[in-house]
Each structure stands twice: as structure tokens, then as C-alpha cells.
Nanobody
Framework: QVQLVESGGGLVQAGGSLRLTCAAT???????????MAWFRQFQGKDREYVAAVSAGGGVTYYADSVKGRFTISRDNAAEELYLQMNSLKPEDTAVYYCAARPWAARTTSEEHSFWGQGTQVTVSA
């Protein structure tokens, strides 16, 4: 099992930056470094949308086209944390952001992730 807790959300003006953190607690007996991680977001009244993913080792990253060049996903396996640096934020980035984990290979669909955090609200004002 993996417990995930997001933090770092808040209210920011358009063009600003935020850094989200996802703290993981692994109780499965496996190392955090064996889980691929991802960020998703959910707009009000919509399904969750993939934002970015990172391989278990941290060496490979993937981004949705909507955030490419503005967001950066990274992880610290020693600290058991996942990050999302969000720059040049736009009002359309306003959503609840979730981190998710799955064993081994990185994937970009919500159905393929077994473990989820509770989410953190990001609001970008115009």
C-alpha cells in the first residue's frame, strides 16, 4: 500500500508559480523507488485529466501537451516525495491536483493507478 498526501496548492495570479509536493508513505514492503508516479487534475464537473508522469527511478518524464514547457515533474526517492513545479500559470489550470502511484512502469491514465492522494486545490486568478 502507498499513502499519498499532497500539499502546496493555493491561490495565485495568472503568470505566477506554485510548487506542489506529494509525500508518500509506503507500507507494502516495497521501496518508493519501485513506484512510478503521476500528477492528475480534475476540473469542476469533469473527469480527472493526466498532467505529468515520472518513471520509478526518476529518469524519464512525460507531460500532457497542455502543460509542456510550463510544468516540471520530479521526485526525491530518498525523501519519498513527488513534486510538480508549475510556472506561467493560467486561469485554465484551476483544478484540484492529485498525485497517484502505480508499481513500476509509468502510465498516463487514471485507471492504471492504484493509489491516490486526497488532492490539493489550485486556483489561478486572471
Amino acid at each position: 500500500q502507498v499513502q499519498l498526501v499532497e500539499s502546496g496548492g493555493g491561490l495565485v495570479q495568472a503568470g505566477g508559480s506554485l510548487r506542489l509536493t506529494c509525500a508518500a508513505t509506503v507500507t507494502s514492503g516495497r521501496a518508493f523507488s519501485t513506484y512510478a508516479m503521476a500528477w492528475f487534475r480534475q476540473f469542476q464537473g469533469k473527469d480527472r485529466e493526466y498532467v505529468a508522469a515520472v518513471s520509478a527511478g526518476g529518469g524519464v518524464t512525460y507531460y500532457a501537451d497542455s502543460v509542456k514547457g510550463r510544468f516540471t515533474i520530479s521526485r526525491d526517492n530518498a525523501a519519498e516525495e513527488l513534486y510538480l513545479q508549475m510556472n506561467s500559470l493560467k486561469p485554465e489550470d484551476t483544478a484540484v491536483y492529485y498525485c497517484a502511484a502505480r508499481p513500476w512502469a509509468a502510465r498516463t491514465t487514471s485507471e492504471e493507478h492504484s493509489f491516490w492522494g486526497q488532492g490539493t486545490q489550485v486556483t489561478v486568478s486572471a
